[in-house]
């Protein structure tokens, strides 16, 4: 079997990283996908639908590839939380989330376009936050970077800092689990590192 060429269904330059860290230089593909459409309680549900939606949607403009499409959320206190719409939303969250433990769940949706086979599994990471005092959630947000990430934190960025520690896959909380895609290729019958810098 030939190696497809590997795509990214997101925006997402911590995904783009991550994959590119571990030797895969992926065609980036912005699904664009609008994920209001898709309103679910459950997380898991939730972001494996959303990471398949987005998959499906970039799949079209493609003849053959592997196609990545990935979504998190962090569920805190029963509570379901994506990006935040704005400052206020991010400061009021991790007032929140200041001191609990959230789960980080991100749906991973692979289709190989050639076997015509799609894979959709959800890896789940438990991240215990630092108590926060109000002046530093403010600094924290006014860096912007809550802003753009699920779950209001980056783990690679500044948010890391205020991280006590993660129990479970730490780059499924950057937003893609490298363990659980290696186990999906595998799966398609492909070994992870015949990907390693293939373009």
Same mark, same amino acid.
């Given at each position: 079997? /030939?190696?497809?060429?590997?795509?990214? @269904?997101? $925006?997402?330059? !911590?995904?783009? &990283?991550?994959? %590119?860290?571990? #030797?895969?230089?992926?065609?980036?593909?912005?699904?664009?996908?609008?994920?209001?459409?898709?309103?679910?309680?459950?997380?898991?549900?939730?972001?494996?639908?959303?990471?398949?939606?987005?998959?499906?949607?970039?799949?079209?403009?493609?003849?053959?590839?592997?196609?990545?499409?990935?979504?998190?959320?962090?569920?805190?206190? /029963?509570?379901?939380?994506?990006?935040? @719409?704005? $400052?206020?939303? !991010?400061?009021? &969250?991790?007032? %929140?989330?200041? #001191?609990?433990?959230?789960?980080?769940?991100?749906?991973?949706?692979?289709?190989?376009?050639?076997?015509?086979?799609?894979?959709?599994?959800?890896?789940?990471?438990?991240?215990?936050?630092?108590?926060?005092?109000?002046?530093?959630?403010?600094?924290?947000?006014?860096?912007?970077?809550?802003?753009?990430?699920?779950?209001?934190?980056?783990?690679?960025?500044?948010?890391?800092?205020?991280?006590?520690?993660?129990?479970?896959?730490?780059?499924?909380?950057? #937003?893609?689990?490298?363990?659980?895609?290696?186990?999906?290729?595998?799966?398609?019958?492909?070994?992870?590192?015949?990907?390693?810098?293939?373009?």
């Amino acid at each position: 079997m /030939g190696i497809p060429p590997f795509i990214l @269904a997101s $925006a997402s330059p !911590a995904r783009r &990283r991550l994959l %590119q860290n571990a #030797g895969i230089e992926p065609v980036v593909c912005v699904s664009n996908f609008d994920e209001s459409q898709i309103q679910l309680n459950d997380p898991e549900s939730l972001v494996q639908i959303l990471a398949q939606s987005k998959a499906e949607t970039v799949s079209t403009q493609f003849d053959s590839g592997l196609i990545i499409g990935c979504d998190s959320v962090l569920l805190v206190n /029963g509570e379901i939380h994506g990006k935040p @719409a704005n $400052a206020a939303e !991010a400061i009021a &969250r991790w007032h %929140q989330m200041s #001191g609990q433990v959230g789960d980080l769940y991100t749906g991973h949706a692979l289709i190989d376009l050639s076997q015509r086979r799609t894979l959709v599994q959800c890896q789940v990471t438990q991240v215990y936050f630092a108590q926060m005092s109000d002046r530093t959630i403010k600094a924290y947000v006014a860096t912007g970077e809550p802003l753009k990430c699920a779950g209001c934190f980056a783990l690679e960025g500044r948010g890391g800092l205020f991280v006590e520690k993660i129990s479970g896959c730490h780059t499924n909380v950057i #937003g893609l689990s490298l363990p659980l895609l290696r186990r999906m290729l595998d799966q398609l019958g492909y070994d992870i590192t015949d990907f390693w810098h293939s373009t």
